[in-house]
């Protein structure tokens, strides 16, 4: 495929695309309906239906009955671990090894147009974003995911919180789960502004921050404290009436989902002529210049509401500069006072 069609490369060959970043259309105003029909099937495929389809072969396959999850054991607490550890390594370890081991698809809709493999640096353990980030991933980021899980489902399972069934509330945990994924960029965006704090920034968030130039493996390279507090999005179905498997899946939006953020691709190429668009470019921004996006993708228009929206564009550029002089400007004021 062409990239440039649809974007286009600087001279240190990081690649931008044409289009603007846009927030979900029902924020439009006035509301068009064809415009919201049309974006609704993006919505939910194809990565909110991985989300969903791994959340209902967890519940088939790897979660244990009722009866055993009343009682926290090592058991099958490591049974979801290493449920946890095989999907991320097969899911991620693909696409690290096809896109950014092989190159496959070289630069093409690469935003930063070098590999983190050709860029050794000592903020990272070995020198090695690659390895740093894997290690901080299974020995950090995915234990952390399987606390937050066992907690959920021994609540659930206890009767500490209130199992609602599919039978008696099909409508209601329906929309419940379609809202799942709006319920993860609020909660993402409450702790993401506040870990962007200087103190916690400088002993936890930054952590992650090293990765500027990301790739799948960075998704779960966090600090302890981070990574705990991004799983526990799952804990609001602990306040919420819900059930297990909705509960599941808000914590797979979570879990498998900061894959979207990281991908470093606008798009895979998959074929010659098909490829999965990523919806990474938002994050991206974030990575790139740290006071930006501290949202999703647009779903809820947080960011916006809070002025720290980034579209991608020249005109995102100038309002993020015009915003970090109006703040160096009050700090040399504070500091002349």
Not at 138 to 146: A, D, E, N, R, Y
Not at 283 to 298: I, M, Q, S, W
């Amino acid at each position: 495929m062409d990239d440039l069609a649809f974007g286009v490369r600087n001279k240190r060959g990081d690649w931008t695309p044409k289009a603007r970043l846009e927030f979900a259309p029902f924020w439009d105003r006035p509301l068009r309906l064809a415009k919201i029909l049309a974006w609704l099937p993006g919505y939910v495929w194809p990565w909110n239906a991985f989300h969903l389809a791994t959340a209902l072969l967890y519940w088939r396959f790897v979660v244990p009955d009722a009866e055993t999850m009343k009682t926290i054991s090592w058991g099958w607490a490591l049974r979801l671990y290493v449920a946890n550890a095989l999907s991320i390594f097969a899911l991620y370890g693909a696409i690290e090894l096809f896109w950014y081991v092989r190159r496959k698809q070289g630069v093409r809709f690469k935003f930063n147009g070098k590999f983190p493999a050709d860029n050794p640096s000592d903020v990272f353990w070995f020198k090695s974003q690659n390895l740093d980030n894997a290690l901080r991933t299974f020995f950090v980021g995915i234990p952390c995911w399987t606390i937050v899980e066992v907690f959920m489902l021994w609540a659930f399972a206890t009767g500490r919180v209130h199992w609602l069934t599919w039978a008696d509330h099909p409508v209601y945990l329906a929309a419940l789960a379609l809202l799942a994924p709006a319920i993860h960029e609020l909660h993402f965006f409450a702790i993401h502004r506040a870990i962007h704090s200087p103190w916690l920034y400088k002993h936890v968030h930054s952590v992650h921050h090293n990765s500027i130039n990301p790739s799948p493996w960075s998704s779960h390279s966090m600090h302890p404290v981070e990574t705990l507090l991004y799983h526990s999005v799952a804990l609001w179905h602990l306040v919420i009436p819900s059930n297990p498997v909705v509960a599941l899946f808000q914590l797979h939006v979570a879990g498998f989902g900061a894959l979207n953020g990281h991908i470093g691709f606008d798009r895979l190429e998959l074929t010659e002529g098909a490829a999965l668009e990523s919806h990474a470019f938002a994050h991206y921004l974030h990575h790139k210049y740290f006071e930006v996006n501290y949202g999703g993708d647009g779903l809820i228009p947080l960011d916006r509401w809070f002025g720290t929206w980034h579209d991608g564009t020249k005109d995102g550029d100038a309002l993020m500069q015009a915003r970090f002089e109006k703040k160096r400007a009050r700090s040399n004021a504070g500091r002349a006072a």
